[in-house]
């Protein structure tokens, strides 16, 4: 079965940090770009980071570059999200996503070029 599976949210200040971990199965994890969303009640889903198969190529939206750092480790089929300097308007739930690569060796973040997606990881900021 193929899966990916999100954990490391919580309730934390703000100011504070948190690393969210999104573990694969079923798939050659190595052959995927992944990605990172979050969706806040109300507002529609917005793609934070990805990275590349390889893991050489990454990229962070505009509203949380300097803060998070997306990062995998293939070898443990896991992808991370460091988040640094939380805001109370980070709070939503963060979903994780895996795209099968093809060989290319970037990182989309549209949500629709994603193959599989986990269930989410609630962040709650408080202020």
């Known amino acids: 079965q193929v899966q990916v599976v999100e954990s490391g949210g919580g309730l934390v200040q703000a100011g504070g940090s948190l690393r969210l971990s999104c573990t694969a199965s079923g798939l050659t994890f190595a052959d995927y770009a992944m990605g990172w969303f979050r969706q806040a009640p109300g507002k529609e889903r917005e793609g934070v980071s990805c990275?590349?198969?390889?893991?050489?190529?990454?990229y962070h939206a505009d509203f949380v570059k300097g803060r998070f750092t997306i990062s995998r480790d293939n070898a443990k089929n896991t992808v991370y999200l460091q988040m640094n300097s939380l805001k109370p308007e980070d709070t939503a739930m963060y979903y994780c996503a895996a795209d099968y690569s093809d060989g290319y060796g970037g990182c989309p973040l549209a949500g629709s070029e994603y193959d599989v997606w986990g269930q989410g990881t609630q962040v709650t900021v408080s202020s």
């Open positions: 990275i590349s198969f390889s893991g050489y190529h990454t």
